[in-house]
T-cell receptor, first 114, second 115 residues
Framework: DADVTQTPRNRITKTGKRIMLECSQTKGHDRMYWYRQDPGLGLRLIYYSFDVKDINKGEISDGYSVSRQAQAKFSLSLESAIPNQTALYFC?????????????FGPGTRLTVL | AQSVTQLDSQVPVFEEAPVELRCNYSSSVSVYLFWYVQYPNQGLQLLLKYLSGSTLVKGINGFEAEFNKSQTSFHLRKPSVHISDTAEYFCAVSERGGSNYKLTFGKGTLLTVNP
């Protein structure tokens, strides 16, 4: 079984709709992240969470919100989707036991906003 | 703040040829360095990482990378590529110390291995 799972894997929606992307992990890591990937731009950080009560904005948080329901679950919401939020979204996790936070990624959710 | 530049957006090579994917970084503090690989329609997988010690780092699938502090580079190499190495490769950097959670990615290099 995959350590980091994302649902749904693909989603097509319309402008103005509310969308939630979910991430679950079995790695036991404290830290979780949401990124978006756009062609030619690499990955950009949307939000990150160090634990259930510690949530922080990343570099492109406008238009997004998150919820950390438990150590293992981190959801990303688009309150009112717009076409330029069409992208590939990745969840990642890391732990703090080592010197460096090595991040482990889920398989991604491809979101299309029409 | 740190930044990462991947010097080639696309690298086409023939099977069994050597390949080098170039990565330069900029940071005001010491860094950790990573290479991730993304196969078609999949998530990112850690290929290798440099934390400290030997500047030559070996990763999975026969890849290796060399950290060059004076040139602020972390180029990825493989002596002989396979068709299955076709993928997008991302270089990433994080700062040593309190902000080591924050990964900054390059824009990616698409490696295409042709028969």
């Amino acid at each position: 079984d995959a350590d980091v799972t994302q649902t749904p894997r693909n989603r097509i929606t319309k402008t103005g709709k509310r969308i939630m992307l979910e991430c679950s992990q079995t790695k036991g890591h404290d830290r979780m992240y949401w990124y978006r990937q756009d062609p030619g731009l690499g990955l950009r950080l949307i939000y990150y969470s160090f634990d259930v009560k510690d949530i922080n904005k990343g570099e492109i948080s406008d238009g997004y919100s998150v919820s950390r329901q438990a150590q293992a679950k981190f959801s990303l919401s688009l309150e009112s989707a717009i076409p330029n939020q069409t992208a590939l979204y990745f969840c990642a996790t890391s732990d703090t036991t080592g010197r460096a936070d090595t991040q482990y990624f889920g398989p991604g959710t491809r979101l299309t906003v029409l | 703040a740190q930044s990462v530049t991947q010097l080639d957006s696309q690298v086409p090579v023939f099977e069994e040829a050597p390949v080098e994917l170039r990565c330069n970084y900029s940071s005001s503090v010491s860094v950790y360095l990573f290479w991730y690989v993304q196969y078609p329609n999949q998530g990112l997988q850690l290929l290798l990482k440099y934390l400290s010690g030997s500047t030559l780092v070996k990763g999975i699938n026969g890849f290796e990378a060399e950290f060059n502090k004076s040139q602020t580079s972390f180029h990825l190499r493989k002596p002989s590529v396979h068709i299955s190495d076709t993928a997008e490769y991302f270089c990433a950097v994080s700062e040593r110390g309190g902000s080591n959670y924050k990964l900054t990615f390059g824009k990616g290099t698409l490696l295409t291995v042709n028969p």
